[in-house]
């Protein structure tokens, strides 16, 4: 909630929005909590018994833009923590630091300033690309990871890289982005992901894959290192997650760390197959060449397609 100079109550979802039409933030809209605005001011109703606070952590490492202030942290703040524990706490030797964006960029500053690396841009993510899961086939998905994510060589070649992800979820994506940088002449790839592995689906309106497609909840860190073709792999340790949360920290949700729901999930089951990708996903063989493969049409039905694209072509528009 946030007020404009003229007295008028705002609320968004996200501090950042107050941002731009110049509101001030005031507080956070509790569990449970309906507030009432009228020309007597804020009214605050509670319709249920407040529950203990259990906020999503994954607002601070994916979900909330870095410019907001989200359960009354800084999710910048956040994040460059996670990276600073991350180079603390699993180190290596490397010559750059690069980040998978937009989501890694201010994790991976954290780890590159901690690490006294320099932090370069390894990976470009275009923003003229949409989004591709509503693309008809898995391979033009597939494709879409070119599409997104450009490697440039001249951060990546012959160097040993540290590449920072805010989570892995599937795996898929993660081979697919070890696999460029490598084709782009990395020397050695170590993945570092600011947040712990994730073992179990949300049933609070996340929009996670099913048990049985997470990664983590199939592998141990060396299995998923092996499986993404990194040459080291390391999580945020969900102990260290808590530590840098103090106090607050039993205040979050960590349930697709550790499958303990705050509140047991009845009657609400996700099946393999539910999961709408972003275009990142999908099998690594696809993206072999880069390229999609056109279908050859058979000589068999090769007239029934002329004829059709003929229909198509003189159909009226209505
Ligand atoms: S299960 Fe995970 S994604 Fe869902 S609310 Fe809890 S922390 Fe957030």
Known sequence: MGRRSNGAVVFASETCALDLIEATYEREVYPGEVLVVDKDGV????????????SCIFEHIYFALPNSVVFGRSVYESRRAFGEILATESPVDCDVVIAVPDSGVVAALGYAAKAGVPFQQGLIRSHYVGRTFIEPSQKIRDFGVKLKLSPVKAVLEGKRVVV???????????????????????????????????IASCYYGVDTPSPEELISNRMNVEEIREFIGADSLAFLEIDSLKKLLGSDSPNYCYACFSGKYPVEPTGKVKRVGDFVDDGLNGSIGSIDGGWVQGKRIQEGNRDSKQKQKQEEEERVPI
């Open 164 to 198: 920072v992800d805010d989570s892995i979820v599937r795996g898929t994506t993660s081979s697919k982005i070890v696999r460029l940088i490598k084709e782009s002449g990395a020397k050695e790839v170590h993945m570092r992901i600011a947040s712990p592995p994730i």
């Open 43 to 54: 009214q605050s109703l509670c319709l249920m018994p407040h529950r203990e606070p259990k």
